[in-house]
């Protein structure tokens, strides 16, 4: 009995073993707050003076926001490689630290707290909106400089400047813009279905309010719902019930792709406004279900493919992945943060948190020495200039909120099975 | 009448859920939290089925019954078995460690993406007041056809009268000279295997993910407890009523309270009826 049972348990410790080794899907890290390092370098204890300098990458490596990962990822490594490359900062090696959030508020807490207080990384990036709002005291608190590439949450639009910045687009502009989408295609009856979470609710508060109040459109019914249902059926029959041109869908690609998909074995047809956390290959080929032709509209961040920064990185993220960048997946988004928290370091001079976030804004904003690339930053800063990063996602000029100062938009449609930039998107300003 | 169709939906997948999981606790006298991952188990194991090998669903659910069902009579062997003379609260925690190692396992195993079945069972019939799809008819008649199965395996089969009789009373059983060590096998199988089926039908209402188990355990939990977790067909009826109140619910308050509701039925429920709904009954049907 005693024999029987002590294999059990080894075989127990054996497949515990199995498990927290294994990872499924190329991703290293833990389970929830979990971290774990990349980037080849080994850990070393603490932030002091010695040893690599540890930044953290608090992100969605499960959940929801999980199909943003490999390519967020490989974003930040090419940053880091970049960094390292042309000998790191203040002769220090850039490790990358990954916090898994797990997508949701509580676990962005947990990473974050991990991350600080075990890890003792002295910066962060990789945030998505709830973890940032649900950080953002402690950011404060804490002084770590953190840059959210993908933070659309309307609660950072005037919440940042000091220990927090936002290098992508508000869902106040991604409400207001798929606003303007029902208005331009003549909609004046539009349902509302909304993930209760903060990437989802953000948006749509600004597109029904825009909707209503500025283009006199009618909300003829606006269902909440909780992530992690096994369906959404009566959700789905509520919102078709009440006939609208249109449906106004905010949610992760989780949620999200059970409702579409539920919609088309109901048969019901109708034209599809998304916020931008639906712009995942997921939901582009989704089964059984057709989004093609502009059924689906979405408005995402754009990037500025003309410029010598995106050049740079497009062709080293197509030599790592295989695709071109996707304004849809952060990823270049995700490469600018680390650039511009290690040019940031090296200005500063140090890696103290009030230090370096005081550096922020002004290797963004200028005026200075015009680069594209960590190296030229580095050189201009050692040689005593000023520098203006025109970063591989955007010029990232910043206001005093932290905010892009001019975001420029791209409208997203399914385009043979993938989502694509159609065009670009010059916001109404008449509809603030 | 809408709701009443979604209701009874979602309460038929819980109800064959929570049917084996209460088996399981009257014939082997424990709660066995890792009945949960047995519909991961089941969700991954038919997305494989069907989209990488391309097996007809019915096929694929059929098949996975069977790998699942075998899965629970392996894992009951080698990990229940061996503490089960150290007592029920000792094979709970067994069974909290092992869903924690079948969670591991899946991720490595089948990957932490969510994956979704193709789109089945599209078309739509509607009538005066209400609609139902293809796919809402499949999933309660194949839940009722489990259930008429299963109730005539219970009693029209020997092996069923032995179940129904170790569950009322085990060392009776024994002392009678039913082969208790058979019955426990058979009742791992069906048990596991109608979690696997209930795993297929939700991912292929839904989606496939490796939180499935422990999203589902609660509520699968919730059932059995309603139902007076002593009684088969009380889980069966209690799965039933909590799908039809979740979704009856949504047509007063906003469907993001379904869960509060279910939950508060629950209580209100033991507050007056601590064993249960149907567990007086079921006493009286044995004696």
């Not at chain 1, 920064?309 to 497009?314: H, L, N, R």
């Not at chain 1, 996707?326 to 040019?343: E, M, V």
């Not at chain 2, 799965?239 to 109140?245: I, M, Y």
């Amino acid at each position: 009995m005693r024999a029987r049972l002590r294999r059990v348990v080894i075989l127990m410790v054996i497949a515990l073993l199995v498990a927290a080794c294994g990872d499924g899907e190329g991703t290293d890290t833990t389970g929830a707050g979990g971290t774990s390092t990349t980037s080849g370098s080994v850990t070393t204890a603490g932030g002091g003076e010695e040893g690599p300098i540890k930044v953290g990458f608090m992100i969605g490596v499960t959940g929801d926001y999980a199909p943003y990962y490999p390519p967020s990822e490989a974003g930040a490594l090419i940053a880091i490689e970049e960094i390292n490359a042309a000998g790191g900062v203040l002769g220090r090696e850039f490790e990358l630290v990954i916090g898994d959030n797990l997508s949701t508020a509580e676990g962005a807490v947990q990473a974050f707290n991990k991350l600080v207080d075990v890890d003792s990384v002295v910066a962060i990036g990789g945030v998505e909106s709830d973890g940032a709002v649900a950080n953002l005291q402690s950011i404060k608190d804490r002084q770590i400089p953190t840059i959210c590439p993908a933070c659309g949450t309307d609660k950072l639009d005037e919440a940042g400047g000091d220990y927090i910045w936002r290098i992508t687009g508000s869902d106040s502009d991604g409400g207001l813009i798929a606003a303007q989408f029902a208005r331009d295609s003549g909609y004046t009856r539009v349902a509302m279905l909304v993930q209760n979470t903060e990437g989802a609710a953000g948006p749509a508060l600004v597109f029904k309010a825009v909707f209503t109040e500025m283009i006199g459109g009618e909300v003829v019914v606006d269902v909440r719902f909780e992530p992690g249902q096994a369906s959404y059926q009566a959700q789905v029959d509520e919102v078709f019930a009440a006939e609208p041109e249109a449906v106004y869908l905010a949610a992760g690609f989780e949620s999200g792709g059970i409702i579409l998909q539920e919609a088309a074995r109901r048969g019901v047809e109708t034209n599809w406004l998304f916020s931008p956390d639906l712009i995942v290959p997921e939901i582009a080929g989704l089964p059984g279900v057709d989004l093609s032709g502009g059924v689906a509209r979405a408005a995402i961040a754009a990037y500025d493919t003309s410029s010598p920064a995106y050049e740079s990185y497009a062709a080293r993220y197509e030599e790592m992945t295989g695709d071109a960048p996707s304004s849809g997946l952060y990823d270049a988004n995700q490469y600018d943060q680390y650039i511009i928290l290690a040019l940031a370091m090296a200005a500063a001079g140090t890696t103290d948190g009030p230090a370096v976030a005081a550096e922020i804004a002004g290797i963004l904003n200028g005026p200075g020495t015009v680069v594209y690339t960590y190296a030229d930053g580095l050189a201009a800063i050692e040689a005593g200039e000023d520098i203006d990063y025109h970063g591989a996602s955007s010029g990232l000029d910043v206001n005093e909120f932290g905010n892009l100062a001019s975001p420029v938009f791209g409208e997203q449609n399914i385009v043979n099975g993938a989502w694509t930039q159609v065009a670009e998107v010059a916001l109404d300003e008449s509809l603030r | 009448m809408q709701n009443i169709i979604f209701g009874l939906v979602s309460g038929s997948i819980l109800a064959l859920a929570a049917v084996g999981f209460s088996m399981i606790r009257q014939t082997e006298g424990f709660i066995n939290i890792a009945h949960g991952q047995m519909l991961t188990v089941g969700a991954f194991l038919g997305f494989i089925f069907v989209n990488s090998l391309g097996l007809n669903v019915f096929v694929a659910g059929l098949v996975v019954m069977i790998a699942v069902g075998l899965l629970g009579v392996v894992l009951a062997l080698i990990v229940f078995e061996p503490v089960s003379a150290n007592g029920a609260l000792a094979q709970l925690f067994t069974s909290i460690g092992l869903a924690y190692v079948m969670y591991g396992l899946i991720r490595v195993v089948f990957g932490a993406k969510v994956q979704f079945y193709p789109n089945l069972f599209g078309r739509r019939f509607d009538f005066t007041n209400f609609n139902v799809t293809v796919g809402e008819l499949v999933i309660v008649g194949l839940a009722g056809a489990s259930t008429v199965g299963l109730h005539l395996f219970l009693t029209r089969t020997r092996l069923g009268t032995w179940i129904r009789a170790t569950a009322s009373n085990p060392e009776l059983a024994r002392l009678r000279g039913i082969p208790v060590r058979r019955v426990s096998i058979s009742v791992w199988f069906v048990a596991s295997a109608l979690a696997g089926l209930a795993g297929v039908m939700l991912g292929v209402i839904g989606n496939v993910n490796s939180e499935l188990g422990w999203t589902q355990i609660l509520m699968i939990l919730a059932a059995a407890v309603l139902g007076g977790l002593g009684s088969i067909y009380g889980v069966l009826a209690a799965g039933l009523l909590l799908g039809l109140v979740m979704d009856l619910s949504a047509m007063i308050i906003p469907s993001t309270w379904r869960l509060v509701v279910a939950f508060v039925v629950l209580v209100l429920v033991l507050v007056f009826r601590p064993r249960g709904l149907f567990a007086k009954a079921e006493r009286k049907e044995a004696a």
